[in-house]
């Protein structure tokens, strides 16, 4: 469990160049307050425990401005970056390495039933604003624009952005390390 922290709070400092150390940054970082949250909220909702998950979470909330719904599936390595109003629906699932930032929405659309909210894959970043609404996926390794509303699905490693949002750059990884990526796009404006 130690060890999780330590590569979370990493995680943290990699993406967040005014983070300084790991007591700032567990102490004043409402991301990690609402993360870790989360994971009690999550454990307490699959095993039956509804209100008290429904509790938390919305302490969570009054206390971060950041509400995630404790059904929700997160992988690991969330950053939330100056995360007042982030939403996220109950049937959402998150992939692993994602960064959101400010006022991000995944939510739904009102109108489906059963799996309602965003698929977000591994190592994508959603800008400040970002609405992502319905049962769609973003890809791994995608990136949304600021303030733009995403109605569709987004192909791996590319760019979408706009009202409503369109893919304005496709792309592929040829070759992937852990602390540098290389990408080859494709300039397609769609």
């Known amino acids: 469990m130690f060890r999780n922290i330590k590569a979370y709070l990493e995680t943290v400092k990699e993406r967040d160049p005014a983070a300084r150390s790991n007591l700032e940054i567990i102490l004043l970082y409402p991301s990690v307050h609402a993360v870790g949250l989360y994971r009690v909220a999550n454990w307490l909702y699959r095993h039956k425990r509804f209100f008290s998950a429904r509790f938390i979470s919305q302490f969570a909330r009054f206390m971060t401005g950041i509400e995630i719904h404790p059904a929700a599936t997160i992988g690991k390595g969330l950053f939330i970056d100056h995360g007042m109003g982030v939403v996220i629906g109950e049937t959402t699932e998150i992939g692993n390495y994602v960064t959101l930032y ?89």
């Open 102 to 190: 400010q006022g991000v929405t995944l939510g739904g659309t009102g109108k489906d039933k059963g799996k309602r909210h965003p698929t977000i894959g591994d190592d994508v970043v959603v800008g400040s604003g970002a609405k992502i609404l319905g049962p769609i996926t973003v890809s791994s390794g995608s990136k949304i624009g600021a303030n733009s509303v995403v109605l569709h699905n987004v192909e791996s490693f590319s760019t979408a952005v706009g009202i409503p949002a369109r893919m304005v750059r496709r792309g592929q990884v040829i070759e992937i390390d852990k602390y540098k990526e290389t990408e080859i796009y494709n300039h397609m404006v769609i």
